[in-house]
């Protein structure tokens, strides 16, 4: 994929726009390598690839229902979200193709592999599949935690995009934390294992 890096920081710059616009105010500890990684965080909501994509240039992998969304889903694709269809087998395997191939153009992969959001309180169990992925491709996966000051700024449950959103922009400012972990290069697990290990990093990150 030979633009897979222009598009990650391209991406990366509409990020910053939009953190800047909507006042998302990032607390950050911890540093990202310098090399392609695999990066996992637990998941608050939309705002989570926005404050993670404002400090690295990255591919996320998103369900598909994000493109459809106001305000982020119009430039997502033709910035190089991966997106994928839940329940598909094959969707699931192109994206994964996809992204061996964007880290082999040394570029990271975000992903939040709960597969759901939450307020933080707790962090569900991964999926497996990206934890495979950076096997396969031999590169480090990268803990990340999440959380709101405030949480009513997580997008959990029913409740629809649109109010949040507007709840959400009407602020004066909202203020997120992002620890970044060590990365965890352990070739001797499998990613059942690595999947396990993310996430008890996660938990430690409070």
């Given amino acids: ?41 637990n998941h608050l909501g939309y705002l989570d690839p926005v404050a993670i994509g404002a400090l690295r240039a990255c591919m996320p992998i998103a369900k598909r229902e994000v493109g459809t969304w106001p305000v982020i889903g119009g430039r997502a694709d033709e910035l190089g979200v991966a997106f994928v269809e839940r329940g598909s087998g094959s969707s699931g395997a192109r994206v994964l193709k996809r992204a061996l191939e964007v880290l082999a153009a040394g570029v990271s992969i975000l992903n939040f592999p709960e597969g759901t959001t939450t307020h933080g309180d707790s962090v569900l169990p991964f999926r497996r599949g990206i934890f495979g992925l950076a096997r396969h491709a031999n590169v480090p996966v990268v803990p990340i935690r999440l959380a709101f000051e405030d949480r009513s700024m997580c997008w959990v449950g029913d409740e629809t ?23 965890l290069d352990r070739p001797d697990l499998d990613a059942d294992a690595l999947a396990q290990l993310a996430r008890l990093r996660i938990l430690e990150m409070r």
């Fill in 1 to 41: 994929m030979t633009n897979a890096r222009e598009r990650a920081i391209a991406l990366r710059g509409l990020c910053r726009k939009l953190r800047a616009i909507h006042r998302l105010e990032l607390d950050v500890e911890g540093r990202f390598p310098d090399g392609p990684a695999i990066l996992v965080a």
């Fill in 161 to 183: 995009f649109l109010p949040h959103y507007l709840r959400f922009a009407g602020r004066p400012s909202t203020r997120m934390q992002v620890r970044i972990g060590a990365p």
